[in-house]
């Protein structure tokens, strides 16, 4: 898991993310916001303009991402590359409600 999790962060720097930006401290006390305020709280952040639209659309990103990179990991640790062998480990990890877009898109 230490390496997807290192994977998101890169995956985070690209579009322009940081550390700062992304922490659970951070994350935590804005989540409650609009998406309008944490653009604001982000824009000082990061420094530079944030506005609702990118707010929505990055977490948006971030969320497909971390699923497909939970997908990666839990299927490396797998013996096989079966679909439902993979639902199940998820299922059992409690990690199911996290991986299910990724899942479903590996089922088509």
């Given amino acids: 898991m230490a390496a997807g999790y290192s994977?998101?962060?890169?995956?985070q720097e690209k579009?322009?993310?940081?550390?700062?930006?992304?922490d659970g401290a951070l994350a935590?006390?804005?989540h409650s916001l609009s998406s309008s305020?944490?653009?604001l709280r982000l824009s000082a952040s990061l420094g530079?303009?944030?506005n609702a639209e990118w707010v929505r659309k990055t977490q948006q990103r971030?969320?497909?991402?971390f699923a497909d990179l939970l997908i990666e990991e839990v299927a490396r640790s797998l013996e096989n590359d079966d679909t439902r062998a993979l639902e199940e480990?998820?299922?059992e990890l409690d990690l199911l409600r996290?991986?299910?877009s990724g899942l479903a898109q590996r089922k088509e």
């Fill in 37 to 39: 305020l944490r653009g």
């Fill in 28 to 30: 935590s006390r804005i």
């Fill in 48 to 50: 530079k303009p944030v």
């Fill in 7 to 11: 994977n998101f962060r890169k995956s």
């Fill in 15 to 22: 579009i322009g993310m940081d550390q700062r930006a992304t």
């Fill in 62 to 65: 971030a969320q497909v991402k």
């Fill in 98 to 100: 996290y991986g299910r």
């Fill in 89 to 91: 480990e998820l299922r």
